[in-house]
């Protein structure tokens, strides 16, 4: 186990999905740590900063002593086996295949279609004065739903998207869909799988630890 005197600090913005998906890890393992916020989009000094912590200059980055991580399923997967607390991964192959298919499901499709697609262009660029690009929004939602009925099947009987148990799957999928929900279209398509709606609705109180400002 790790050290338990050494508060591991994570370099990123509160906003960030990948960024809330390590704290609900750490709060999920109940462990203590250090947020330093570090907006790469708008601050040069950060960026700068970020980039000597992360190659690509991504968030988050993550420290624990003298050991330094990027990429954010490395870093939910070490915060699962370095630390106490329940475990975040089955010991089932199969549950476990489950639980990593999720992950790539959620990295390489969710993410992009239903917080940049979706979130972003119904929800941020509003909010910020913007038009937003209604043919890119379209296109998002149609792939979200693809990936909706993905997850669900991945489910299979729930009620977690690995099964029976939370997992890290779950942790790095619901700042997702909490931003995914935000947009009208988003709430209306997450009702039409009962399944993930109660999944959801299991993780809100989570979710809402981490959740920022």
């Not at 029976?164 to 929900?181: C, E, K, N, V, W």
Request: proline residues 8%.
């Amino acid at each position: 186990m790790a050290t338990p005197d050494i508060k591991p600090t994570v370099y990123g913005a509160a906003y960030s999905v990948y960024v809330r998906a390590v704290r609900l890890t750490l709060a999920e393992k109940g462990v203590a740590y250090d947020l330093v916020e570090a907006d790469v989009f708008d601050n040069p000094e950060d960026r700068a900063a970020q980039l000597v912590r992360h190659p690509f200059g991504k968030i988050p980055a993550f420290s624990h002593g003298d050991f330094r991580l990027y990429e954010t399923s490395a870093i939910e997967r070490y915060l699962d086996e370095a630390f106490a607390g329940p475990p975040l991964q089955p010991r089932d192959p199969v549950r476990r295949a489950r639980m990593n298919q999720a992950l790539s499901v959620l990295d390489n499709y969710t993410y992009p279609d239903l917080v940049w697609g979706v979130y972003t262009e119904r929800v941020e660029k509003p909010r910020r004065g913007l038009a937003p690009d209604e043919k890119r929004l379209a296109q998002a939602l149609a792939k979200s739903r693809t990936c909706l009925a993905a997850l669900d099947a991945i489910m299979e009987d729930g009620p977690w998207l690995a099964g029976a148990a939370l997992s890290l799957a779950d942790l790095h999928g619901a700042p997702m869909i909490d931003y995914f929900r935000q947009a009208p279209e988003g709430l209306a398509m997450l009702r039409d799988f009962p399944r993930l709606s109660g999944w959801w609705e299991m993780m809100t109180e989570r979710v809402a630890k981490v959740r920022a400002a």
